[in-house]
């Protein structure tokens, strides 16, 4: 599993990486987690608010800091 967290480097952006971090350890799951900040690589994925959440290319979340538990179920659908 490829998780990116999109974003442009704000405080909000940074704690979604590291609760995306935190999940995927506490899920026990294998998965590479990536922090596009690239302004030209988030466009292409057509997401006009940040953070987003992006999983094995599919944009699964947008626009909002989201929780522990949320991210958690965002992996494990």
């Not at 599993?1 to 909000?12: D, N, Q, R």
């Not at 590291?18 to 026990?28: F, G, K, L, S």
């Not at 030209?40 to 538990?69: C, F, H, Q, R, W």
Request: aromatic residues 2%; proline residues 1%.
């Amino acid at each position: 599993m490829e998780i990116k967290v999109l974003g442009t480097g704000c405080a909000s952006c940074k704690a979604l990486f590291e609760t995306v971090n935190q999940a995927v350890r506490e899920c026990n799951i294998e998965a590479v987690v990536i922090k596009e900040e690239d302004m030209m690589n988030i466009m292409s994925y057509n997401v006009m608010t940040l953070p987003a959440i992006v999983i094995d290319e599919k944009v699964v979340s947008k626009g909002k800091k989201l929780s522990l538990s949320e991210v958690k179920e965002l992996i494990l659908k």
